[in-house]
């Protein structure tokens, strides 16, 4: 007698319409259509989906989004990082420091930097691994020590919180567009001479359209994106993702490298978090102490919204980009319907326990799932 004749749940066929239900990404989808619904009533008129509008809150949502990718593959491995927000402002001051005030070339500072915070990465993940301690911890730890040597070196070297002073040491550096730049600046000088975005009326720049091109923080978090989708869904590294956060110990018993896999994901996170930081200190032309502030707390909403659990080996890169979404829709759009910005939070707590309470339940019904 075959296996499907007898009910054998491995084989057993799941109709398209429950394989939607069970996606991560469900929650995030009904988030997404949910906001951008409401915004079309009540924001319609205000300028939000004009071209301008459109690229506010796409820049707003491209740093959510950034920074989400790497929060989102962390939490499938099953662990949690909460010293993304300090090492946003560690990384910013830390390029501030290298370029502005040691003189150091733009593209060796970034470089340096990028290499200082994915050892940090990689040494929050060692130390996990080793000691056995909950990830929470460790990196709650690290949270408090990159703000306060964030605070301290500035302080100490500069007298002053704030540095500045970036745009001018990057002038003519090769790398610095990387992160700073814009792209496609002919494509909308076309589509202004074709009357289909608004153009400047008086002023310096008169005639020229009123976006300029897409800003490399777009650039890197569909990058980003579409890197962290393939490596879960295509890639054998992927699998040892989610076996990672399913089961560490039934994981290890066929093979999986999960002590390895759970420390890369720790300085994929740096990574993300200090692209977020060089484009923001490229954007600024400076470096705050303050910078990132809460970030760690905005990308584990922005992945729990886009299906993830918090108990690791369930998740989805593209669930995490539209959590983002919401994120920077929601921030934005607040302004243009002329609500009051303080209710930002509410508006995205609502939210949030809406997407969750919404994937839970549904996977439980259709699939009896935890």
């Known amino acids: ?36 619904t409401f915004f079309l009533l009540f924001a319609a008129d205000s300028g939000m989906f004009n071209a301008q509008g459109i690229m506010n809150w796409s820049t707003v949502s491209a740093q959510f989004m950034i920074i989400a990718v790497g929060a989102c593959m962390l939490m499938i491995a099953g662990e949690f990082d909460l010293s993304v927000g300090s090492m946003i402002g560690f990384a910013g001051m830390s390029i501030a420091i290298f370029s502005v005030t040691l003189g150091w070339p733009v593209w060796i500072a970034i470089l340096t930097t990028f290499a200082l915070c994915i050892s940090i990465g990689a040494l929050n993940g060692y130390i996990v691994i080793k000691t056995g301690l ?30 500045g002073g970036i745009d001018d040491a990057a002038e003519g550096d090769w790398l610095a567009p990387f992160f700073g730049g814009e792209i496609g600046q002919p494509i909308f000088v076309w589509l202004a001479d074709l009357g289909l975005i608004d153009v400047f009326e008086r002023g310096n720049r008169a005639g020229e359209p009123v976006i300029d091109g897409i800003p490399m923080l777009i650039v890197w978090a569909i990058a980003l994106v579409i890197f962290g989708h393939i490596v879960l869904t295509r890639t054998r590294f992927g ?36 692209v977020f930081a060089t484009c923001q200190v490229m954007e600024f032309g400076s470096a705050g102490a303050d910078r990132g502030v809460l970030k760690e707390f905005e990308a584990i909403i922005a992945v729990v919204i886009g299906g993830a659990l918090l108990t690791g080996g369930y998740g989805s890169v593209v669930g995490a980009a539209l959590g983002a979404l919401i994120f920077g829709v929601v921030q934005q759009g607040l302004f243009f319907a002329g609500v009051e910005s ?16 919404l994937n839970t339940y549904i996977r439980r019904i259709i699939t009896g799932e935890r």
């Open 342 to 357: 303080s209710l930002f939070r509410v508006f995205l707590g609502v939210i949030l326990l809406f997407a969750v309470i």
């Open 1 to 36: 007698m075959s296996d499907t004749a007898t009910g054998d749940e491995r084989v057993k066929e799941i109709s398209g319409f429950r394989k939607a239900l069970i996606r991560p990404e469900l929650g995030g989808i009904v988030g997404t259509v949910a906001v951008f």
């Open 239 to 274: 699998n040892w993702i989610f076996a990672a956060g399913g089961d560490a110990q039934a994981a290890r018993y066929v093979g999986v490298p999960v002590n390895r896999v759970k420390i890369l994901m720790f300085m994929f996170t740096a990574f993300c978090a200090t």
């Open 134 to 163: 909950p990830s929470f911890i460790v990196t709650l730890a690290a949270l408090f020590i990159l703000r306060g040597f964030t605070i301290f070196f500035p302080q100490t070297i500069e007298r002053r919180t704030i540095i």
